[in-house]
């Protein structure tokens, strides 16, 4: 049947009809061969029986008949060697080109410039993505800003301070103010909570603050509910926005005058900067990810009639920091200075093995390999082959822990000095935006909303005290420039070209000299020293085998 819009009709059938239509040809064939047997007539192909002896000038038919035969294969011959000799001739065309490879280069290498001139945009973005100049937005933010936030990680909030900004802030013009906003609370016990905010509220303001998890995220979690079940759900729930919402209101009313209230965002890589302004927003201003290092560059939000909100890029670790510190605050394992495997060792050395074990739910392991193996068994992270995916694993381990998901913490010690920076005056005078008691309420409500991991449920860590951090340009080193100025390449390419031809010289001379090394080479024979008063063979080499000797 030909269906419409169709230029040809379909050949697909059904099952039944393809059978009976198998059937009939076979029943066909049946007979035909069946009355080919009743005639006599066979159907067996007939074998050449070549040129009779009766024949005449048998002979000269055989030899025309080989003749024909040595062409045909002199033909193939003459073809196979021609595509030989055009493959020689490809080979000798490479390698010429290979030893002028380093022209082409020079001349890439003024196109890229060409390119750059045309399109300077392209070289923006690779300013973009480095270090000075993030280093560089990070002090833009701190210049504009009237107030600083200063966003700690509750797990490890002595860890996620940077003494060099805190000194750097009250150093500046302006009487600008410092508070702290402890992220992600509701992955501490209550009581570390209690302790952590009591000790930092001796020195700078302090608001409790819980972020809500992106839709984004939630989708990427399998939430599938409805928009008010989402909306209650603990996840989706934000604590401590109002709070510091009033605050910056409040101050900036207290200020006066026509100008904005500007507040600068800051802190280490993945503390929760952006997902702190999208909440106090309610909406995505910022692109905010468990990957670290998204933000490169100032971004200015606006969250009511005058108080602005200025996102800022990640605080840069100094390389002199511990190794647990590095591994959590800085970027060297996404910019591929240090392993995720390694990464991995440092922060499983800062924790008590028995309660990892019991966090993740493994068996016991002896060595981070063991535990990285393990862990990828458990999450059913595998390679192509079945073959288990440790990297994988390494790399979900390290999202857990800077991410919003893995519950652990540090427990606030008494030894740990105030800074030097830190005076009765400076507290006194940040304390004086804001109402101690409202403040403390404020707090407490918070508390009394999040439900907490009890530290049975908790990974205990060994925090490595404050993170040193790169807050001057002039300290971080320049990067090397991935394309070379012309004029080296051209003269490089050159100095190339000469050693390539003394190069060719030398190896036109060597086939001579390793012909006359093997004319006069001649076969060496080891001598053995035989006993013959014993069956067995001695020889120089002492781990020799000998059947006498070993086959008893």
């Given at each position: 049947m030909k269906r419409p819009k169709l230029k040809k009709a379909s050949k697909r059938l059904s099952c039944s009809k393809r059978y009976k239509i198998q059937k009939k040809v076979k029943e066909h064939n049946r007979k035909l061969r069946k009355e080919a047997k009743k005639k006599g007539v066979k159907n067996r192909p007939k074998k050449d029986p070549g040129v009779p002896n009766s024949a005449p000038f048998k002979e000269e038919v055989l030899r025309e008949a080989e003749q024909r035969r040595l062409q045909i294969e002199e033909q193939k011959e003459k073809q196979k060697q021609a595509a030989k000799e055009e493959r020689a001739k490809k080979r000798k065309q490479e390698k010429e080109s290979g030893s002028k490879e380093k022209e082409p280069q020079a001349k890439k290498a003024r196109e890229d410039n060409n390119i750059q001139k045309k399109h300077p945009e392209k070289k923006n973005a690779e300013l973009r993505n480095s270090k000075r100049f993030q280093c560089a937005e990070l002090n833009k933010v701190i210049d504009a800003s009237d107030v600083v936030i200063e966003v700690l990680d509750a797990r490890d909030p002595l860890?996620?301070?940077?003494?060099?900004?805190?000194?750097?802030?009250?150093?500046k013009e302006g009487n600008k103010k410092l508070i702290f906003v402890l992220n992600k609370i509701d992955l501490v016990p209550k009581a570390n909570?209690?302790?952590?905010?009591?000790?930092?509220q001796q020195e700078f303001p302090v608001v409790a603050f819980k972020a809500s998890v992106s839709k984004a995220q939630a989708k990427k979690n399998r939430i599938k509910a409805s928009k008010e079940i989402y909306d209650n759900s603990s996840g989706a729930a934000c604590f401590g926005n109002s709070v510091l919402t009033e605050l910056l209101t409040r101050y900036a009313a207290s200020k006066g005058g026509d100008s904005r209230l500007r507040v600068g965002v800051v802190g280490f890589p993945n503390v929760g900067k952006s997902s702190l302004i999208n909440n106090l927003k309610e909406s995505t201003a910022c692109i905010a990810g468990v990957k670290r290092g998204i933000t490169k560059s100032l971004q200015e939000v606006k969250i009511s009639e005058n108080v602005n909100l200025l996102d800022s890029p990640g605080i840069l670790a100094c390389p002199s920091n511990p190794a647990a510190a590095m591994a959590l605050r800085s970027l060297q394992v996404e910019e591929g200075q240090e392993s995720t495997q390694e990464a991995v060792r440092v922060?499983?050395?800062?924790?008590?093995?028995?309660?990892?074990i019991l966090q993740f739910n493994i068996a016991n392991y002896r060595n981070v390999a063991e535990f990285l193996t393990l862990l990828a068994k458990k999450r059913g992270f595998l390679q192509k082959g079945g073959v288990l995916n440790t990297a994988q694993a390494a790399s979900a381990f390290l999202e857990d822990w800077s991410g919003a998901k893995l519950s652990y913490h540090c427990k606030p010690t008494d030894k740990q000095a105030t800074p030097a920076y830190v005076t009765d005056a400076v507290i006194a005078d940040m304390w004086s935006i804001l109402d101690r008691a409202q403040l403390q309420t404020g707090n407490e409500n918070t508390l009394r909303s999040i439900?907490?991991?009890?530290?049975?449920?908790?990974?205990s860590f060994t925090s490595s005290g404050p993170t040193r951090g790169l807050l001057v340009v002039s300290d971080i080193p320049v990067e090397k420039a991935s394309v070379r100025p012309v004029e080296e390449l051209v003269v490089e390419a050159e100095n190339n070209n000469e050693s390539e031809q003394i190069a060719v010289e030398t190896k036109a001379d060597e086939p001579e000299k390793v012909l006359s090394e093997e004319k006069t080479k001649h076969v060496q024979f080891k001598p053995v020293a035989v006993d013959n008063g014993s069956s067995t063979v001695k020889t120089d080499d002492d781990d020799a085998y000998d059947f006498n000797t070993y086959f008893k």
């Open positions: 860890g996620c301070r940077c003494p060099q900004l805190e000194e750097m802030v009250l150093q909570v209690d302790k952590w905010m009591q000790k930092l922060l499983l050395k800062q924790c008590n093995q028995t309660q990892v439900k907490f991991p009890t530290p049975a449920n908790s990974i």
